[in-house]
């Protein structure tokens, strides 16, 4: 949520429904109740991701 409010990129952490793990870089927009709204890097698109299946957050490393 505080990304959200702070529009702030994050790094998640995501186990998808075949349990395979990934990270990906995500803009979010929008939290509500179960699903995440963000926009993905990694697709370039706009994608909902189950917060149930973000395992973990974290900032964006910058780059050096």
């Excluded at 998808?16 to 709204?37: A, F, I, K, M, Q």
């Excluded at 957050?57 to 910058?62: D, F, H, L, R």
């Amino acid at each position: 949520r505080e990304a959200v409010e702070t529009r702030t990129s994050v790094v998640i952490s995501y186990v998808d429904n075949h349990g395979t793990s990934t990270e990906r870089v995500v803009h979010p927009v929008s939290v509500e109740g179960g699903p995440l709204t963000a926009h993905d890097q990694r697709s370039d698109d706009v994608r909902t991701f189950a917060v149930h299946r973000i395992t973990s957050v974290g900032p964006v490393a910058a780059s050096p």
